[in-house]
Nanobody
Framework: QVQLVESGGGLVQAGGSLRLSCQAS????????LAWLRQAPGKEREFVAA???????YYADSVKGRFTISRDNAKNTIYLQMHSLKPDDTAVYYC???????????????????WGQGTQVTVSS
């Protein structure tokens, strides 16, 4: 069992920045792929970014060049640094984890076994 707790959401103007954090506990942090996903009102949950234990990172096209995912294995924490925010980035952002080697594509939200409670990010125009 892995417990995930997000923090850092809020209200920001378009063009601004925010940093989200996700504290993990319960299992060996390095055994998991960790990701950020988001869900906007009336839309399906979507992949934002993932980071593997070796440090490889992957991003959705919509956030590439603006968002950066990172992990601190010593602190069992991952981060999502978001710059140049747009109103379309408004959503509840979730931290999620799946075991390394799990079946299914890592960019598919349904393949993640553990989820945080979510943190709201609102970008005003």
């Amino acid at each position: 069992q892995v417990q995930l707790v997000e923090s850092g959401g809020g209200l920001v103007q378009a063009g601004g920045s925010l940093r989200l954090s996700c504290q993990a506990s319960g299992r060996t942090f390095s055994n998991y792929v960790l990701a950020w996903l988001r869900q906007a009102p009336g839309k399906e949950r979507e992949f934002v970014a993932a980071i593997f234990s070796g440090g490889n990172t992957y991003y959705a096209d919509s956030v590439k060049g603006r968002f950066t995912i990172s992990r601190d294995n010593a602190k069992n924490t991952i981060y999502l640094q978001m710059h140049s925010l747009k109103p379309d980035d408004t959503a509840v952002y979730y931290c999620a984890a799946r075991l390394v080697g799990s079946s299914g594509a890592f960019y598919t939200w349904a393949t993640y076994n553990y989820w945080g409670q979510g943190t709201q990010v609102t970008v005003s125009s």
